[in-house]
């Protein structure tokens, strides 16, 4: 697999991923997402968004508020427990989260680490003109606590019944102590979440079907067998409120790490708000006609986990007649572009054509446009940004009104007629999601 420095230098020379605040030297664990970058983010985001919740009858969605009433982080235990175990160099001061680290040494120079303290994540601001203890209030670190507190709002607007679930995308922040591995853990990310509240006793069930439906959806969209697994949280290492957990883990660089959770959250959320809040937050069951509050099953991914390891997974460089064509071979969905339109030369006519060519393709598709430098080359810059179709406009196209459209992973060209490319364009995107 590609190593980091390779891939992140291919993400900042093409726009994918820039350091944060360049020009004043970065910022660590905070990354700005370039022109392809955001297309990318944002087809990660719509794949999710189209298949979690628009496709299914039993899951709706919701955008909360970033900054919430801070009683929230005391009612969900979060104040408490959102903590990291923080070790110190006795010589070089760097900082270390104490899991990372073995037998207490510094990994950068090997001296005494400090006892290990603990260190709350999440990041603190103050609500309104005076910076006192009481407006204190937190950058949320998960978008779950949103769905909690809103539960009841939901329930009832939306009338569903159980076993549904609540589906938000968003952003969250979370003061690592060791943000790196490029985008792997940043202070700033974005969370795609459910809470998926079922029957007491109907959990375990629910939770290995979370578990399969997850894993599925990786392995459509980006990620090959071989480089997915899905790892049993121990419970010394689950979070507060977890009755189990399972990562989905992906096989990166650096060794098997996680891309997304599934944790059993049980019914602790929704009794910790009811309880600090003095609301209601049970559920009646018609069918049964029992009260209760409902266990919650939740799937949670970050959007730039996803990116980083669908971008490793999709990397690869095959020989070539001109050395090393390098390709990434991005499901379509996700590419940042589907098309790129492309005239063989930059004469007057064949620019005009290849312009009314990309006129038509623009409103159904992503395109790009380019007539610089030679159509190998052309190609290859394609290739390496992950664009699945390139459209020839050749001298051929001006008398026989058809271009030429080729595979960025068979490299197989195809002659088709202009009239009917934005059909095939469409059918050959539609193959790709069954
Ligand atoms: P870790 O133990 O590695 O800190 P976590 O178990 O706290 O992670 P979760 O709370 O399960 O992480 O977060 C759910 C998902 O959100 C993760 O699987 C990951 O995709 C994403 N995520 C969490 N923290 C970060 C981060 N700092 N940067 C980027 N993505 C993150």
Redesign the pocket.
Known sequence: MVDLDTLFSLCKRRGFVFPSSEIYGGFG?FWDYGPLGVEMKRNIRDAWWREMVQMRDDVVGLDAAIIMNPRTWEASGHVKHFV?SLVECKVCRRRF?E?DVQQLECPACGAALSQARLFNTMFKTFVGPVEEDTAVAYLR??TAQGIFVDFKNVLTTSRKKIPFGIAQVGK?F?N?IT?GRF?????E?E?M?IEFFVRPGTDEEWFQYWVDVRTRWHLKYGVSPENLRVYE?PPE?R?HYSKR?C??QFQYPFGW?????V?NRTDYDLTRHAQVSAEDLSYFDEETGQRFIPYVIEP???V???FLAYLLNAYHEEPDKEGTRVVLKLHPAIAPYKVAVLPLSRKEALVQKAREVWALLRPHVMTTYDDSQSIGRRYRRQDEIGTPWCVTIDFETLSDQAVTIRDRDSMTQDRVPIDRLVGIVQQRLADSLR
């Not at 985008?183 to 202070?187: E, G, L, N």
């Not at 790490?257 to 959770?261: R, V």
């Open positions: 664990g990291d989260r899991e670190p998960e969250a979370r690592e943000p985008i792997f853990r940043s202070r990310f969370a979440e949280v290492e979070a957990t990562d989905i790490g996680e891309l997304e959770g944790a949670a991914v970050g730039e986990r996803t």
